[in-house]
């Protein structure tokens, strides 16, 4: 079950990738990261989790016009922190993956859409 189309391409873009030995959708509770935005915080969980023989992957496939929301921006900061931990305490490295929904189709790789998603947080003082 998709939420968007844009999650069902991702699922035939991981499904179509050799590299990506297993991916699934986590259900509630799996991976909860919790998160702040202003006065709202919650629990965030990805909409999907890869792996690949080298690495580990939370994505999050996002309307184009969503991804400078603060609530967005607040749970991509928390999920790269989390994936930044993980990385200190698993046999292999973990990155969060932002994606605008345009930019996914059936023709890309899970690497070629990490080389030009991977979410990097915005430093205080400077825009992205």
Known sequence: KFDSDSER???VVLENDKEALKWFKPGRGVFAIHYRAGIEEGDYEP?????????????????????SDPVVVAKAEAAYEWCRNATE???KPWT???IPHDT?????????????????????????
Do not use: N
Not at 47 to 67: G, I
Not at 106 to 125: C, I, N
């Open 47 to 67: 909409d999907f989790v890869v792996e690949t023989k080298t690495a580990k992957y939370l994505c999050e496939p996002k309307q184009k016009d969503a991804m």
């Open 89 to 91: 305490v698993t046999d």
């Open 96 to 98: 969060y993956l932002l």
């Open 9 to 11: 391409r991702f699922a």
């Open 104 to 128: 996914i189709d059936e023709s890309k790789t899970l690497a070629g859409l990490a080389a030009t998603h991977t979410y990097q947080p915005v430093k205080r003082g400077e825009s992205k």
